[in-house]
C-alpha cells in the first residue's frame, strides 16, 4: 500500500519552477532516499512533503489524505534536520517532548514515549543535558529521538549527516538503517552522498533541476540508468564517459560497433536494439570496476597518476581525450607508463548525444 | 633592536590605554570625590576626601522628593526599554523572516529616519502630544521612545545569526508563528535581548531634552531634570550636584554590571 503520493507536484518562486510535476509513490515501510546534485531541489521536495513550503500545483496524499494545506504538524510527519534544529535551551527530555506537549498528551503518556525512545537510541543518561553539552553524535541521536517520539506515519530525514566527522557518519548510517529495521517506519531521505543512497534505500528517486531523473532499487540504479546523468551520479569512482561514433553496422563482417574516438579502437556491440545509423556521435560509459584482466577488450591509456588505497588501485589516465578511471581490486604493481586496460565489450553502456540510453 | 622596538611599543601602548583609563575615570572620580565636599572646597578645585558627605545629601534631599523623582525615571526608564525590545523585535524578527515583496524598502525608508535628527521632530511631536492630552505625563516621554530605528536595525541583524531550522521544526512540532516567537525566538536571541535592554535602559534614563519639554510639574520630573535645576541654581550647591550626579548615574552602572557579560555576547551577535 502506498503511505505517501505526488501527483504532478509542482514548486515554483515567482516565475522561477524549481520542483516540476514530480510523481512518486512512496510505500508503507519503505527507506527513500532523494539524490541529486546541490541546488536539484531534493530538500524543497522533502520540505513540500513537510508543510515547510507551499505546494504550487499538484496533489501530496499521506495515508491516503490529502495533505496539500494540512498544518505541518498534523501531517503524520516527523522531520530530521540538517543542523539537528534542538532548542537549544531545552533539555534533551524536553526538546524530545516538546512536540507532544503541543500536542496536547498528557504528561505521563509523554514521558513513558521519550523514556522509550531515549532507550531506544541509548540516550538516557543525557536527559538532563543541553544540546550544547552534547557531541554531535549525540545531537543526531537527540534529533533522531525526537522524531521517533511523535510515532509518525513517515520519518522526513534532511541530510542528517552531512555535519559529522566520515567515521560517525558511517557509525550513524549504520544506527539509521538499524533503526529503520526496528521500526519498520517510512522513511524519506535526502542526501547528495550517493554512497549513503546506495547502502541505507529500498529505493532511490534521483533528481536533476526539479525533476526526477530516475526511480528504482539501489542495483537497478547502478546497472540499468536511463540516463548519463544517472549513470554518472551513481557508483563510485563515477563511471567514465568516452565519445564514440557508431561503426559497421550490418554490413555481414561482424554486425554493429562502436569506435571509441580517444583510443581509436572499434568494439562490437550487442544486443541493442536500437544502436543509430552507422556515423551517428554517441557517449558510451564504462564503470571504473568493469576493467579486468580477463576483458576481451582493450584501451592503451597513458597513465597520469596511481592511487594505491590499500583495497583497491585506482589508475587515471587517457588516450588522446578526457581522463579516464580504471579499478582494479587489492594491491596493484600498477606505477607508470602505459596500461592496456581490458574489459568486457558487454559492459558497456550506450547514451545517445542528450544523455538518453541506447537500450 | 627588534626587542628595543617591541619594548618601545609595548610602553606606548600601555601609556595610551593608562591615559584612556585615567580620562575616562577622571570624571568619576571627581564626581565621588566631590560629594564628600563642600562647594567652596569643590570650586576650588580640591581633589581629595572631605567630611562634608552627609551635609550634601541633606541638602539634595531638601531640593528635591528624591524618592518620588527615582521612582519617575525607574518607571519612564523600565517601560520605555519593555515596549522598545518588545515593538522592536518583532518588527527585526518580522523583517528577517518574512519575505514580501515591499520589505526591503520599507526597511530602508526605516533606516533613514535614523538621519533625522530629533531637534527637527521635536515640535511636531509636542504637538502630537499637546493633541492627545498627554503633556506633562510620563507616556509623552515612553511612547515617542518606542519605535527605534536603531533598536529595530539591530534586532534584524541579530536575528540573521538565528537558525531558520529551529523555526522551521518548532512548525513541525506545532507552535503557531507567536509561539516560536515567544518560547524558541526569545529564549535563543536572550544576549541580543539583553544588550538592547542595555543600551535602551541607559539612553531612557539618561533622556534629559525630551523630558524637560513635555514634563512640566515637580511631581512628573525626572533624576536628570533635577540634576540639572540643582546645577543651574543661582548658586549651585556643587557638593549636593555632586550628590545628585551619583544618584543619576548608579542605576546605569547597576543594570550595566549585571548584565555585563551578555551584553558583550549580545554585541558579538553569539547564539548558542
Redesign the interface.
Known sequence: MSELSLRQVSKSFGTLKVIKDVDLEIEQGAFTVFVGPSGCGKSTLL?MI???EDITSGDLEIGGARMNDT????RG???V???Y?????MSVRQNMG??LR??GVPKAQIDRQVMDAARILELEPLLERKP?QLSGGQRQRVAIGRAIVRHPKVFLFDEPLSNLDAELRVHMRIEIAKLHKRLGATVIYVTHDQVEAMTLADKIVVLRAGRIEQTGTPLELYTDPDNQFVAGFIGSPKMNFLPARVAGGGDGQGGPAVTLEDFGVTVPVTGLKNLPAPGTRITVGIRPEKFNEQGDQGLSVAIEMVEHLGSETLVHGRGSGDLITVKYPGISAIDDGRLDARFNAGDLLYFTEGGERIR | MDLYFQRLRGGLVYLFLITAAFLSIFPFLWMVLGATNTSADISRGKFGLGGALFDNIVSFLAFADVPLILWNSLKIALLTTLFTLAVASIAGYGFEIFRSRLRDRLYRVLLLTLMIPFAALMIPLFIMMGKLHLINTHWAVILPSIGSAFIIFYFRQSTKAF?L??R????????KEW?IFLL?YV??M?STYAAAFVIVFMTAWNNYLWPLIVLQSNDTKTITLVVSSIASAYYPDYGAVMVSAILATLPTLIVFFLMQRQFVQGMLGS??
Do not use: T
Not at chain 2, 168 to 175: E, K, M, N, Q
Open positions: 520540505r513537510a508543510g515547510l498544518d505541518p504538524s498534523k510527519i516527523a522531520m534536520f540538517q543542523s534544529a534542538l532548542y537549544p535551551h516538546f512536540a503541543f500536542a550544547g | 537558525p531550522e529551529l522551521d521544526a518548532a512548525r513541525v512540532d506545532g507552535l509561539q524558541i529564549p535563543v536572550r547564539v548558542k
